[in-house]
Nanobody, 124 residues
Framework: QVQLVESGGGLVQAGGSLRLSCAAS????????MGWFRQAPGNVREFVAA????????DYAASVKGRFTISRDNAKNTVALQMNNLKPEDTAIYYC?????????????????WGQGTQVTVAS
């Protein structure tokens, strides 16, 4: 079992930055691929970014590539999402997720554990 708790969401002006963090507890953190997903009202949950066990492989949605950066610290059992140049369309609830897989996946169905989510609102 893995417990995930996100933090760092909030309200920011377009063009601003936020850093989301996800703290994990439970099973060995380093054996999980970690991902970030988001869900806006009326929309399905969508992939944002993911990072492999030891951070060697990352993947990003096309809509955030070049603006967002995912990273992890296995010693601290945390994964972060640095979000720069935020746009109003980035407004959503952001979820941290863990998958018992070696490589990043965009498929939410492959992730075994989810956090409760943190709200990100980008004002225009």
């Amino acid at each position: 079992q893995v417990q995930l708790v996100e933090s760092g969401g909030g309200l920011v002006q377009a063009g601003g930055s936020l850093r989301l963090s996800c703290a994990a507890s439970g099973r060995t953190f380093s054996t999980f691929t970690m991902g970030w997903f988001r869900q806006a009202p009326g929309n399905v949950r969508e992939f944002v970014a993911a990072i492999s066990w030891f951070g060697g492989t990352t993947d990003y949605a096309a809509s955030v590539k070049g603006r967002f950066t995912i990273s992890r610290d296995n010693a601290k059992n945390t994964v972060a999402l640095q979000m720069n140049n935020l746009k109003p369309e980035d407004t959503a609830i952001y979820y941290c997720a863990a998958a018992a897989a070696r490589l990043p996946s965009v498929d939410a169905g492959l992730y075994d554990y989810w956090g409760q989510g943190t709200q990100v609102t980008v004002a225009s």
